[in-house]
DNA sequence: CGCTGTTTTGATTTAATTCAAGCATAGTGG
DNA sequence: CCACTATGCTTGAATTAAATCAAAACAGCG
C-alpha cells in the first residue's frame, strides 16, 4: 500500500485500488488542454487505461492510499483465472462509463453536465442529498470539457432554480434530485 | 455468421467480430441527440459495452458480415483462460480509444477533430493515403460531437489549405499527413 | 430524366469562452 | 488576534466558435 499525494500515481504494468481519497485520470495536449475521464474514490480499481505509449497519468486530487497490484502477478496466481474474469468485467464497466461520459461531452449542453455531473458525484458518495466534492471548479471544468466559469455559473443557476444550495463552494446539498435528473437528459 | 444491414445488431450476451463493412456504436439522449462512441471495420470486434440496463446500440454503417460469440461458450470453452485474457487485452485498448476520443470531444476544436479522424480514419484502412469515407456526414458529426454542416465545412477549409482533395463527397485524398497530424491537436 | 436524400454554402443567432475585476476563505506570521 | 497574502471562486462584459435556419448544388438510382 502506498500512502501519496504526489503527482503521477502510475506506472504501467500496475493495477491499482483506491482504499482513501480520490484521483483524477487524465489526458494532456501538447498545448496543455486537459481531459480529465474519471475521478476515483474508495472502493475504485483503475490503470486499465495505462500502457507504455499512451500517456495517461493519474494523479491524487486529495491525500490517497493505494494499493498497486503487479499485473505479472495477477496472471500468474493460482485463481488467476477468475481474477482475469473479474478484471474483465470491471474493464467492462469502465467502457460502458467512459461512452456515457462521450455522450456528455459530445451532445449535453453545460447546465445538463454539471447536472449529470452533482448525480454522479452523490451515487457514488451515498451520503444522502449532501455531497463533500473533493476537486476544484477547474478539475470539474476538465472533466466535463468546459471553462471553470462555467462550471461556477452553471452552479449559480441550479442555485436560482433552487435544485441545490451551496454551502461554500465545496459542500453541495441536492435539493430537488428529481429535477436534477430530468436536467442531465 | 451473420449477413446484415438491419437496424440493431445487438444483443447483450454476444460479442462480435466484423468480416466486412462498417458498424456504428452508439448512445441517444431522450429528445434524440445521438453520440457516436466508436465505428468498426474489418476484424475489429465490439460488445463488450452491451449490458441488459445500459442502451448502447449497435448498427450497420454498410452491409455487414459478422460473426456472434455466445459470451458463455467463450467462458466454458477449454480454452477459455486464454481467450478471457484476450478480451481482456481487446476490452483495454476499447478502453484506451474511448478516453483518446474523450479528449478530442472535451477539448478540441471543430477542425482538429475533423483532422484527427480522417488521420484515424487513414491509420484503419491502410490504402495508402488514399479514403473511402462509408459513413455520412451525419454519421461523422454524430461521432465527433458536431453538426454536419461543421463537419462539411471543416472539410471545406481542410481542402482550401491544401491538407486534403475531395473526389465526390466520400473519397479523401490525404495530401498533407504532416500537416493534418499537426492540426489534429 | 426526374426524384430523393446528401452535401455544400450562406446569413444569423446563441451558448460558451475569454478577459477582467472583485470576493471569500484559509493559512501565516507579526 | 488581526492584518496580509495566496488561492480558489464568482460575477460581469465582450468576443467568438459553432449551431441553427435556409437554400442551392450535387449525386445516385429507379
Do not use: C
Not at 142 to 160: H, I, N, P, Q
Not at 167 to 175: C, I, M, N, P, S
Amino acid at each position: 500500500m502506498r500512502d501519496s499525494n504526489k503527482n503521477n500515481l502510475f506506472e504501467a504494468g500496475n493495477v491499482y485500488k483506491v482504499i482513501s481519497g480520490v484521483v483524477r485520470i487524465s489526458k494532456l495536449l501538447p498545448d496543455g488542454r486537459r481531459q480529465i475521464s474519471s475521478f476515483h474514490t474508495a472502493g475504485d480499481m483503475f490503470g486499465f487505461e495505462a500502457d507504455e505509449l499512451h500517456n495517461a497519468s493519474a494523479e491524487a486530487v486529495t491525500p490517497v492510499k493505494v494499493i498497486a497490484y503487479k499485473w505479472q502477478s495477477l496472471l500468474d496466481s493460482t485463481r488467476s483465472a477468475s481474477v482475469v474474469r473479474d478484471l474483465l468485467n470491471l474493464t467492462m464497466v469502465g467502457l460502458r462509463q467512459t461512452q456515457e461520459h462521450l455522450l456528455l461531452l459530445g451532445r449535453k449542453n453545460a447546465l445538463e453536465r454539471v447536472a449529470a455531473f452533482l448525480l454522479d458525484m452523490a451515487k457514488r458518495t451515498r451520503t444522502g442529498s449532501v455531497i463533500e466534492l473533493a476537486m476544484a471548479r477547474h478539475d470539474i471544468a476538465d472533466y466535463l470539457g468546459l471553462t471553470l466559469e462555467t462550471v461556477s455559473r452553471m452552479f449559480a443557476e441550479l442555485k436560482d432554480q433552487g435544485a441545490i444550495k451551496l454551502e461554500g463552494a465545496r459542500r453541495v446539498h441536492l435539493l430537488d434530485t428529481e429535477r436534477l435528473t430530468a436536467m442531465s437528459a
